[in-house]
Structure formats: C-alpha cells, structure tokens
C-alpha cells in the first residue's frame, strides 16, 4: 500500500504487492555502441589517411583516381625525384628499404625454370650473331663528326640500337609468342608515386617540433620520431614488353619467403643520395595511356648501364644494376597497378610479376620482380604485410670481343637466358584483376564529351608537369626570410603577404574555382583603363 508520502510499504517478506499486473513485457534491442577511435594525434592522423585512402578507391575511373591523389596540393607534392642515371654509389639498402624489397641471388630465375628444351638454339644462335656484327658494323661506320661527345652517351647509344634489334630478333625466334598478344614499346614512359616512412627527420622538423609545435603535441610527439617522404620515379627503358595477360607468379603472398623476407634498414634522409627536392604532381603511368592500347601488363623491361659508366670493378657494376632493377621493377608494376584500378593508397589483392635485363648487349644481368605490398605509407602499412621479392643472376658476358667485324667467343648459356627472357608466356587470369573499377573504367569511353573533353584535358595538363602561370607558388623574397621569418626585426610592418599571417597556401586543392587566363587585348569587355587609349580588339563569342 501507499503511505500519504507516496511510499511503497513493504509486507513482511520484504517485497512490495504488484497486484494483478499483467507481464507483457517485450525484450530490448541490443544496444549499438559508436565506435571505439583513437583520439590521439597519430590516431587521427591514420584516421584521416584511411579516409583519404576509401575517397580515392570510390572513384570510378583510372583518370579520376589519379587525379585525386595531387588533389590536395594546388602546386604538387614536396617529392624526391629519382632517376635511372643518377644512381650513386653505396645505395642499395636505400632503395631496397623505400620498395620494401628483399633480394634472392640465384643463378636462374624462377620463370626460366619452367621452360622447356629448345630445338633450334643453333638457328637463334646464329641469327643473334649476324644481327649484332651487323650492327656493331654500323656503329664503328659512324662519322666522328655525329659521335657524341663522352663515351658514356656512345656507350648508351650502343645499348639502345643493340636493344632494339636484338628484341626483334629474339621475338621473332620465340615462336610460343602470338604476335598480337605481345607489343615492344621503345624507350616509353614509366612514373611511379609513392610515400615511404621510417627516416630521420631533418634540423628544420626538428626544430618545429620543439619550439612552434603547441604543449599538447610535443608531449605526444617526441623530435626524432621518423618521418616519411615522396618519392617520384621518372624512368625510360630501352624497350618494354606488353602483353594482354599477366606472367605467373612464383610465390604467394602468404608464403614463407614473402614474410621472412629481410628487408636493409637504412633511415638516412634522401638528399644523402643525391636525390633533388621539388615540386611535383604524382604521376603512374607504365608504357602508354590506359585507353591507348589493351596490352596492360608488363613482361619484360631492359635497362641500360646509364649510370654504371667510368667505375672500376666489376662489383660496383653489379650494385648498380641491382638497384636499378630493385626501383624500375618496383615503379613498373606499381604503375600497372594503377592501370588496373589500385592506387598507391590502395593495397593489392594479388602479387604481380615482371622481368628485368640490366645491361649494354655484351654483360647482361637477369632479374625477377615480384610486387607483393604497393602502399608502403607508415600510417596504412602494416607489420605482416608481405614484402616484394626480387630474384638475380650473377653479371653474365654473351660474348667475349668483337674482332674485324666478328663476334667472338659467344657464349650459349647466357644466349639460352636471354632467349627465355622473351619466350616466357603470360596466362590468363582467373581471379578479378581490377576490382576497384566502377562502371567507367576509362574517361575515354565517358559517353557525355563535354565531361569527357574537360577531365581528359585537366588529366594530361597535371600530368605534363609543365610550368603553369595560373599555379605558380608565391615567393618569398631572402630579406623577407631573413629579417622577418629567422630573425623578427621588422614588428612595425603590416601582416599582409600568406607566410605572416599563418596560410597555408600550399594545402589549397588542385580543383579551386580560378578563371582560365585571358590576353587582356583580347578580353571582352575590356578594362577600363585601356579605354580611350587606341583601337581595342574585341573579340565576340
């Protein structure tokens, strides 16, 4: 019963008198809890990289991916351009340590130990030989006024007449090829973008760190935390192999040698290597443009001895070639996998293989690239991610010398792998190759040409890297860096220019709104400072 305070009186047992109430009581949904995230600075910083990651993934084509990932810098990415022919020495474990790459030396590759027997090696034997005296021939008939001017162009000009011819020569002797399946491209394109962690951070990161970074950050971050930077690879083959299918891989992506691979540890910042820091817009593209032709996949890709020219020993060549096939086998398969749909912000569902000749016609080195982990960003990557594998041969001479227009001493075994460099078949895949297309795969079958014109046209504009006037960074003059910016003895003067008042203009998106440059003679109407002042072409529309 209830007291006149409204108290439930209890009966002898304790517990209170419900009556005749009826339990039609229905069970309560399951609570749904919001998501557990990781509040700290690092955590939002993978917060924001995975959702950056899942924007690009959702577009639709290859053109819009790529676009988007220079999107969020209005003049380019600060990035470390690498280049086949400035290589230096002592390098390998950098460029192995920014591919993720570990090295297996072998005296055959494993896509040679497949092949079978073949019958008319003597055939080949002698085609090779009457191709390259032939050309040899001709380069020693070279006028001494058009010989360039170092022995290394010479030697590099050797190399890319030999390349060629022995290409054909050689395709033309694999009869497992169909014709139509495979293309040679000459001296193409290959870009490759990426983002690499895990080096010493520089004196001016440092110094942010601990004197303009607020309290709250330096007590999450300490200074020499390892920082990560851009790299843009900007190589050109002597010739490259592309064919509709891919070649078979050797290993999973789960295997024992994938995971135990050892991979160099080398933090040492990039300009240690004589690597250049600009501006760049990312670029991937391998051989041609996606719309350009069917043939996708990269089997076969030749590198000269560019940068190995004028050393002493033997050994200094081979490291040169070893990390020459370590960074374009990584760009080239990096770049197809932009083709097919991923990005370097969107891992790979399966491994990918090529194959990659370091050498000048007579010493030649055979290498195997097996691309198992393309995001190598410190806030995406993963500690059991598999690491890239790459298998190479001992530096091997296909002949001894060249005596009164004759090739000497022509060694076959070298021949035999050179031969099954270009015999190797690609196989058709059963798994889906680009699972992150959309129902347009390519601008270029965009049924709308208005949209279709304009995002080809801001595609090969960004990607052409030219000087642009519309997008040029503002400068900031040495007297303003030196009494304003390092030593603050100008407190009178107004904030008016990006870098006093705190802009970050280089954060400003690819894609603001600006209005296309016109010849102030031919702008309609014209300003009105140049009225009254002479005939004015206007120019209707």
């Known amino acids: 019963m209830l007291t006149s305070r409204g108290r439930i009186l209890l009966k002898p047992n304790g517990l209170p008198?419900?009556?005749?109430?009826?339990?039609?009581?229905?069970?309560?949904?399951?609570?749904?809890?919001?998501?557990?995230?990781?509040?700290?600075?690092?955590g939002r910083a993978r917060l924001r990289a995975e959702a950056f990651a899942n924007l690009v993934r959702e577009k639709s084509s290859y053109e819009e991916k790529m676009m988007e990932i220079n999107m969020p810098r209005i003049y380019g990415w600060t990035?470390?351009?690498?280049?086949?022919?400035?290589?230096?020495?002592?390098?390998?474990?950098?460029?192995?340590?920014?591919?993720?790459?570990?090295?297996?030396?072998?005296?055959?590759i494993p896509l040679h130990s497949h092949l079978d027997a073949i019958n008319d090696l003597e055939k080949i034997k002698v085609r090779v030989i009457d191709t390259l005296e032939a050309e040899l021939d001709y380069l020693k008939s070279v006028p001494l006024a058009e010989r360039l001017p170092t022995e290394k162009d010479e030697n590099l000009r050797t190399s890319k007449y030999?390349?060629?011819?022995?290409?054909?020569?050689?395709?033309?002797?694999?009869?497992?090829?169909?014709?139509?399946?495979?293309?040679?491209?000459?001296?193409?394109?290959?870009?490759?973008?990426?983002?690499?962690?895990?080096?010493?951070p520089p004196p001016i990161v440092k110094k942010c760190r601990t004197k303009y970074s607020p309290e709250w950050l330096r007590k999450e971050i300490d200074e020499n935390e390892p920082v990560a930077f851009r790299f843009q690879y900007l190589g050109e083959p002597l010739i490259q192999l592309q064919s509709?299918?891919?070649?078979?891989?050797?290993?999973?992506?789960?295997?024992?040698?994938?995971?135990?691979?050892?991979?160099p540890y080398c933090p040492y910042h990039p300009s240690s290597f004589e690597l250049m820091k600009c501006r760049y817009y990312g670029t991937n593209v391998n051989a041609t443009w996606p719309h350009a032709s069917d043939k996708t996949f990269t089997t076969l890709s030749w590198l000269p001895f560019s940068c190995a020219y004028g050393k002493s020993g033997k050994n200094d060549i081979k490291e040169f070639s070893d990390n020459l096939a370590v960074v374009h086998g990584f760009g080239s398969m990096l770049a197809q996998a932009c083709k097919l749909g991923?990005?370097?912000v969107n891992k790979i569902t399966y491994p990918m293989t090529t194959q990659v000749i370091v050498g000048d016609g007579q010493y030649l080195s055979f290498y195997q690239y097996q691309l198992n982990t393309n995001v190598l960003d410190p806030l995406l990557l993963e500690?059991?991610?598999?690491?890239n594998i790459c298998w190479s041969t001992p530096m091997h001479r296909l002949y001894e010398c060249v005596e009164n227009g004759r090739i000497k001493g022509l060694d076959e075994n070298v021949l035999l792998m050179l031969v099954n460099a270009f015999r190797v078949k690609s196989v058709q895949a059963h798994q889906e190759l680009s699972p992150y297309f959309g129902d347009v795969k390519y601008i270029s079958d965009l049924p709308d040409d208005e949209k279709r014109k304009s995002i080809l046209s801001d595609?090969?504009?960004?990607?052409?890297?030219?000087?642009?006037?519309?997008?040029?960074?503002?400068?900031?003059?040495?007297?303003?860096?030196?009494?304003?910016?390092?030593?603050?003895?100008?407190?009178?003067?107004?904030?008016?220019?990006?870098?006093?008042?705190?802009?970050?203009?280089?954060?400003?998106?690819?894609?603001?709104?600006?209005p296309r440059y016109v010849p102030r003679d031919m702008r309609d109407p014209p300003k009105r400072s140049r009225r009254g002042?002479?005939?004015?072409?206007?120019?209707?529309?």
């Open 17 to 42: 008198k419900l009556g005749c109430m009826e339990s039609t009581s229905t069970p309560e949904p399951s609570p749904v809890y919001p998501e557990i995230r990781d509040i700290s600075f690092r």
């Open 79 to 108: 990035t470390y351009i690498i280049r086949p022919t400035k290589i230096v020495y002592n390098s390998e474990k950098f460029y192995k340590k920014i591919t993720r790459t570990g090295m297996i030396q072998t005296e055959n």
């Open 162 to 200: 030999i390349a060629s011819v022995l290409s054909r020569a050689l395709m033309l002797s694999a009869a497992e090829h169909d014709v139509d399946q495979v293309d040679i491209e000459e001296e193409p394109r290959c870009d490759t973008f990426w983002l690499v962690g895990g080096f010493h």
């Open 244 to 263: 509709k299918h891919p070649l078979a891989n050797s290993v999973g992506r789960d295997s024992a040698i994938a995971q135990e691979i050892e991979v």
């Open 342 to 344: 991923f990005s370097p």
């Open 383 to 387: 500690e059991n991610d598999p690491k």
């Open 459 to 514: 595609f090969k504009e960004m990607y052409s890297n030219r000087p642009q006037h519309r997008r040029k960074r503002p400068e900031i003059y040495d007297w303003e860096r030196i009494y304003k910016i390092y030593f603050e003895t100008r407190p009178q003067d107004a904030r008016r220019k990006w870098w006093a008042k705190d802009e970050r203009i280089s954060h400003q998106r690819y894609d603001i709104i600006r």
């Open 533 to 541: 002042k002479g005939v004015v072409k206007v120019i209707d529309e």
